[in-house]
């Protein structure tokens, strides 16, 4: 898959946690608190509240990212490192959202490593 595919594809696994997280927002507070103002809006806890917090790590990541694809393709700096780069990056991110859900610590940690790891390979292709 050519890594723009991989740029789309991380873009839909964003939503699908968007979605996530909206869901245990609402199994928590109900509907009329999350069509509200949000004003005085309770801690969403649990899987809910992990599951907000993975999505906006994947908005900060994704960012990263998009920049990191984007300027490989516009320079030609496409390659099968950079290929690579992206397929680490996002199933790194596949993992990462449904190790935090779960809620395992550590494991956690370490698929964020790797989805950096993801992104310093593409990097690396850009600067040399």
Known sequence: MKPEMYLVWSVALAVVQMLVAVTGAFNQVGLMKLVGNREGMPEIT????????AHVNMLRNLVLFASLIL???????????????????FWARVA?????????????????????????????????
């Open 71 to 89: 300027v490989a393709m516009a320079t030609g700096k496409v390659n099968d490192t950079v290929v690579l780069g992206a397929q680490i990056f």
């Open 46 to 53: 649990g899987w809910g509240g992990r599951a907000e917090r």
């Open 96 to 128: 990462y959202a449904i190790i935090y859900v779960a809620g395992i610590i550590w494991l956690r940690t370490l698929s964020w490593a790797i989805s950096v790891i993801g992104l310093i390979l593409i990097f690396a292709q850009l600067v040399k």
